[in-house]
């Protein structure tokens, strides 16, 4: 036999060591051992994810309140400090706990099997990461109890998620509040070092045979440009953290003004972290759109070598814009040129890749299951998301619009509208291979439409606000703004967007026990994931695959007419 | 053998969608394309079956949005309609598409340019998306054959390369100028100089060469009939950053501390302008309000002269004015011709009664408000830096007396 | 056209290489050490930059050329390491393990020779100059830069120590060139930043 796989001896090869007898006969603590000590990527890989989304509600609860809070002028719900201490935690948990967990939890699970490798390049520093991410976020929340209580001074972080010096010194910022969201961040920094340079080198060296870098799926191209990017991007936070604890421990003066130091240098050190850090957690959602648009479209993606480049010259430019966050900082005219320049030049090959899932889409047949809406509404509000960004690339407009709440919904367009999206996508399309079963369509369909009905009322109303003078990070706002009505619209979205996540939840643990057996590729699709059994046996493939184009299983579903005769 | 070709529905075939058959027949197209790189599809039986291998139940519904979504829907925004009720001043609205003033009416202008030209974009890709989403849909009796397989285009592809690239660059250069037209305007003589500190939470400002100290309400002579009289304001901060920002006048610029910044704002039309700090400072980073009245000339002078005024030692008061001496008030506060004359870390007091409102503009200025403001500024700040004075009720009337008399 | 497959597992590697269109994929440690190498890198340029900011800075205190000392003879004893790692490497790789051990434990006391260096200069300034990390932003930046060095060759010395430790019992072998060689990158690139740090503060700093 050729060294190409036929599905059919594949499965009857693959069937799951792990049969239901054999899993009755281990106990609970048995199961959760094998997990705490696993260093298999799917294992690992499936934990992030479940930290990732547990972090993710708890991040929506807190959003939920703080909505609650500002639903009318002046309410007096929740107190000034524990709403600063809301939207601090907010937004670190949301980018740190939620983001960066689910996009390398993704990483890990799927990269090995597209790439036909077993496992990654480092098992155990793959769990060691893992484990150092965990303890970062307990690490944060500890912070809730690890001062004098849930009211004391020594609480939750309040400095907002960019911290901004001189906030952070010793003398604004008392206690230890600080402290816990730098450490937290630091740790888990390290941990998203490791499995990036994991990732890196299991795309480098353990590809199979036959798949060469222009073969490989369009995710794991964008998950090695997004791990490139964190080993550059992410480093520089770590840098500026351990500068902010020498000011608070050792008495340095990096960002304290009293002795000349300089606040404007934390901004620049954070925002050149964080403007790359938010191309870090879109482009998976990218990565992951160019693999359930063509499926659901029936065709190939429109031009896999421009979207790799489009994704190359995003990640570098990506690294020049990072002071559009500080146009009103009191930069020279010279200097906010440039930025205004260099953030323009980054919407281009952005905006280049919506055409290219436009063109993707174009002529195909387009199934409506649950991942495809995701993706398609994805499309939409990313696209308002890369807009509504071009506006504030426009350093005059922007003295109007920074910091408010137009801002506010500009970014939770991209977070929620793009990535959000996307990862409940992933989960709808992936969920099949990792479970072994299919998640309830009908169930994903009301999801779908809750989610998007909340996220429409909440973030379309949000940008009014923001064009009538709100600023952001306001416990509550005066009556005679006129802001009343459009803040009560916008908080009455999340409900919605609960209700929706609710469903989905409830439809997960469903379908993990109920759900419709998916077999092993129930979607048809065309990438080397599908040829194994749902869920993967730990050693992913029993032989490892040979290909010869871009859809392996494309060319074994048609060997009379296969792609590599035409790639 | 290729079957999937020139096949014709009729609207009565097409799904039903119940309210919202809004696009009417639909074809299918040709499965063979010959000026894009792409190929037929060939029909040869693994993909038939494999099509059958799916789970018969994977949904492949047409776009519905079923008619009671709508109605919630629909009913979400009827509160909009409610927004033209509520009770507003809309002259106080502080909107930044309402300039005010020459540098917020260049960034309006500026903002509606780049506002129509994405609007355009968006209008082109979002139909160009809608369309595709309906046109190419999967039909109910889709016959499972792959279809042509498009793997890019050179032309197109240079085409929304460069199409959105000029736009960048029509963009950039349009602002770039308004860049320029703000930042770099040349300063006339007539302008009025004003330095504005920002500490937490409240706004000190002074006028250098009037020799005037005040706190969160900002005079300034309006421009009108041709006359330029912009004021020129110079931002530092004391300890953290923060923001200086009403948007009917001017983007906002940070206060940094350790760094000197600048603005202008040229008001024109007499009024009152609201504002607020637009950078998270602290605790009351929401309480810390501005309001910036622009003046007639006539109306400037006579507040300059107040300003520059100093109380009269009112002796009915003069209980009052001991409390405030000899209690811890005088160790933050200064007023003008008692025995605290040196800048201070809390407001000069010396006109507070000049002032509509207190507490950052949180609060109405009345002497019930002030007295109510001494006994417990946490009740109304919470995480204010002014501690509770805990002064005996008859001080704190003396004191309210006193300090009622300044103005 | 396809073929069998004969894999073959490279012990030094770890890859798993397949005959005919295999092509040439890099060995496993070495991608991850450069990976490793460039996060570094980028915290060290941060570093940097706080480092050139500041010069000229400080409110008060002491400025860098009064009290800041030339280290030539550090110098040469961490650069001359980076030369006697490879020459250990290269006589692992040859199956020399006498001489490997030799050249290892050379490079091992040249860079705590260097340490202990630049702990003697620290000393100076803190015990005769009274100038420490909270004197002013040269003391910020000074300390911190060069401490954030210097943690670098501490971790480096203790995993050269660990395979020192290794070989004299016996256990470091022909097939290990390979990851001593890894060990070895990393050594060089702190090697690497110290040309970069002496440059910042010692030439363009005074």
Redesign the interface.
């Given at each position: 036999m050729?060294?190409?796989i036929n599905i059919g001896e594949i499965s009857d090869v693959m069937r799951p060591a792990s049969t239901a007898s054999a899993a009755d006969e281990k106990s609970i603590l048995d199961h959760i051992h094998s997990w705490l000590v696993s260093v298999d990527h799917k294992k690992l890989g499936l934990m992030y994810i479940m930290y990732g989304l547990a972090f993710l509600v708890i991040a929506g609860l807190q959003a939920t309140l703080m909505r609650i809070q500002l639903a009318a002028p002046n309410l007096h719900i929740i107190?000034?400090?524990t709403f600063?201490r809301l939207f601090t935690m907010h937004g670190t948990t949301m980018v740190f706990f939620a983001g960066m967990p689910l996009i390398f939890g993704f990483a890990n699970y799927l990269v090995p099997l597209m790439i036909g490798a077993r496992d990654l390049?480092?098992p155990r520093l793959n769990a060691f990461g893992f484990w150092l991410s965990t303890f970062g976020g307990l690490l944060l929340y500890f912070s809730y109890i690890g001062g004098e209580g849930l009211s004391g001074a020594g609480s939750a972080p309040?400095?907002?998620w960019f911290a901004?010096a001189?906030?952070t010194a010793k003398a604004?910022s008392k206690g230890h509040s600080t402290d816990y969201w730098t450490l937290g961040i630091m740790v888990s920094g390290f941990g998203s070092?490791a499995t990036?340079?994991?990732i890196?080198?299991t795309i480098?060296?353990?590809?199979c045979?036959?798949m060469?870098l222009g073969r490989m799926p369009l995710l794991a191209w964008l998950y090695l440009i997004v791990c490139a990017m964190v080993?550059?991007?992410?480093?520089?936070l770590?840098?500026?953290q351990?500068?902010l604890l020498?000011d608070r421990f050792?008495?340095?003066?990096?960002f304290d003004?009293q002795?000349?130091?300089?606040?404007?240098?934390w901004m620049h050190?954070f925002w050149?972290f964080g403007h790359p850090e938010v191309y870090i957690l879109v482009i998976p959602a990218f990565a992951f759109a160019s693999e359930i648009i063509p499926v659901f479209?029936?065709?190939?993606i429109?031009?896999?070598?421009?979207m790799v480049a489009a994704t190359c010259a995003i990640a570098f430019v990506s690294l020049s814009v990072w002071a559009h966050h500080m146009f009103?900082?009191?930069m020279?005219?010279t200097g906010?040129?440039f930025f205004?320049?260099s953030t323009?030049?980054v919407?281009?090959p952005t905006?280049?890749k919506?055409?290219?899932w436009?063109?993707t889409?174009?002529?195909?047949?387009?199934?409506?299951?649950t991942p495809m809406l995701f993706a398609?509404a994805f499309?939409?509000q990313f696209?308002?998301a890369g807009?509504?960004g071009?506006?504030m690339?426009?350093?005059?407009?922007?003295?109007?619009?920074?910091?408010?709440y137009f801002l506010i919904a500009h970014f939770h367009y991209v977070l929620v509208g793009a990535i959000v999206f996307m990862i409940f996508a992933a989960i709808y399309y992936w969920f099949p291979k990792a479970t072994g079963r299919?998640l309830n369509?009908?169930l994903g369909?009301w999801h779908f439409?809750l989610f998007v009905?909340g996220f429409h009322?909440t973030f379309d109303?949000m940008f009014i606000p923001g064009?009538?003078?709100m600023?952001?990070?306001?416990?509550?706002?005066?009556?005679?703004?006129?802001w009343?009505?459009?803040n009560?619209?916008c908080s009455?979205?999340a409900a919605f967007q609960i209700t929706g996540i609710s469903i989905w939840l409830f439809n997960v643990f469903r379908s993990l026990r109920k759900g419709?057996?998916?077999?092993n590729?129930?979607?048809?699709a065309w990438t080397l994931e599908w040829s194994t059994s749902s869920p993967p046996p730990e050693y992913n493939f029993a032989e490892?695959p040979?290909v010869k184009s871009r859809r392996p299983l494309w060319d074994i579903?048609?060997?009379?007419?296969p792609?590599w005769k035409?790639? | 053998m290729n079957k999937a070709e020139d096949i014709r529905f009729d609207s009565k075939a097409s799904p039903r969608c119940g309210p919202f058959r809004i696009f009417g027949r639909t074809r299918v197209r040709n499965s063979t394309r010959s000026n894009l790189q792409g190929r037929g599809v060939s029909s040869s039986a693994p993909s038939d079956s494999h099509s059958d291998a799916m789970p018969a139940k994977i949904a492949t519904h047409d776009f519905n949005i079923p008619p009671w979504m709508f109605w919630i829907a629909l009913l979400c925004i009827v509160p909009q309609a409610l927004w033209g009720a509520e009770r507003v001043d809309s002259s106080l609205i502080p909107s930044t598409f309402a300039p005010e003033s020459a540098p917020a009416h260049s960034i309006s202008q500026l903002a509606r340019f780049v506002l129509s030209i994405t609007g355009m974009m968006f209008v082109l890709v979002a139909g160009l998306l809608t369309y595709a989403v309906v046109r190419y849909r999967r039909r109910a009796n889709d016959d499972g054959m792959e279809f042509v397989q498009v793997y890019g285009s050179g032309p197109v592809e240079a085409a929304w390369t460069t199409v959105p690239f000029l736009i960048v660059v029509v963009l950039s250069l349009a602002t770039a100028r308004v860049i320029q037209e703000i930042q770099d305007a040349r300063k006339p003589a007539s302008a009025l100089d004003v330095q504005i500190i920002g500490k937490q939470w409240w706004w000190e400002i002074r006028y250098p060469k009037l020799g005037i100290v005040t706190a969160n309400e900002l005079h300034v002579p309006v421009s009108q009939g041709g006359r330029r009289l912009p004021t020129f304001l110079d931002l530092r901060a004391a300890d953290v950053v923060h923001s200086f920002w009403v948007p009917r006048l001017m983007g906002k610029i940070d206060l940094v501390p350790n760094k000197v910044n600048s603005m202008w704002i040229e008001p024109e039309r007499p009024g009152l302008f609201l504002g607020q700090c637009g950078t998270y400072c602290g605790t009351q980073h929401a309480k810390m309000l501005l309001r910036v009245y622009a003046d007639t000339p006539e109306e400037f002078e006579r507040w300059v002269k107040q300003q520059k005024g100093l109380p009269e030692n009112d002796p009915a008061v003069s209980a009052g004015r001991l409390v405030f001496e000899r209690t811890a008030c005088i160790n933050c506060h200064a007023i003008g011709g008692s025995s605290a004359t040196d800048r201070r870390f809390g407001r000069d007091l010396t006109h507070l009664m000049s002032r509509d409102t207190l507490a950052s503009c949180a609060l109405s200025n009345s002497p019930a408000n002030l007295r109510a403001w001494i006994k417990s500024p946490d009740q109304f700040k919470p995480g204010v830096l002014m501690p509770a004075m805990n002064v005996s009720d008859s001080d704190l009337d003396q004191l309210v007396a006193y300090l009622t008399t300044l103005k | 056209m396809s073929s069998t497959a004969t894999r073959t597992i490279d012990a030094t590697t770890g890859t798993v290489a397949l005959e005919s269109d295999a092509t040439w994929t890099p060995s496993k440690g070495v991608v991850g050490m450069t990976c490793l190498i460039i996060a570094e890198s980028a915290i060290f340029i941060i570093f940097v930059v706080a480092y050139l900011f500041y010069i000229g800075k400080s409110l008060s205190g002491p400025t860098p050329r009064p009290i800041l000392e030339l280290p030539i003879v550090n110098t040469i004893c961490l650069l001359s390491s980076s030369a006697t790692i490879t020459i250990a490497v290269r006589a692992l790789r040859r199956g020399d393990t006498k001489r490997f051990s030799f050249w290892w434990l050379a490079t091992i006391a040249l860079g705590a020779y260097f340490l202990f260096g630049t702990g003697r200069e620290w000393y100076r300034f803190i015990h005769d100059k009274g100038f420490t990390i909270q004197t002013n932003l040269f003391g910020t930046t000074f300390y911190s830069l060069v401490g954030l060095h210097a943690s670098h060759v501490v971790v480096g010395l203790l995993a050269l120590f660990v395979v020192m430790a290794f070989s004299f019992v016996g256990s470091v072998k022909k097939e290990h060139a390979e990851r001593a060689h890894v060990l070895g990158l990393y050594w060089h690139f702190v090697d690497a930043v110290w040309v970069v740090v002496f440059t910042v503060v010692y030439i363009i700093g005074r």
């Open positions: 050729n060294g190409t107190s000034p400090q600063n390049a480092f309040d400095v907002g901004y001189p906030l604004f070092i990036a340079t994991n890196i080198t480098f060296c353990m590809r045979r036959g060469t080993l550059i991007a992410v480093t520089p770590t840098a500026a351990i500068m020498l050792a008495g340095s003066h990096f003004t002795a000349g130091g300089s606040a404007v240098l050190f050149i479209s029936r065709k190939a429109f031009g896999y070598p421009i009103t900082v009191g020279t005219s906010n040129t205004v320049v323009m030049m919407g281009v905006g280049i919506i055409f290219n436009l063109g889409m174009w002529g195909g047949k387009l199934r409506f299951s398609i499309l939409f696209l308002i807009l509504t071009i506006m690339a426009c350093a005059p407009w922007d003295w109007q619009l920074n910091d408010s299919l369509e009908r369909k439409w009905l009322i109303t064009l009538l003078g600023p952001r990070r306001i416990y509550t706002y005066e009556a005679d703004r006129g009343a009505t459009l009560l619209i009455m979205g419709k057996l998916a077999g590729d129930p979607w048809d490892i040979t579903k048609h060997p009379t007419d792609d035409y790639e | - | -």
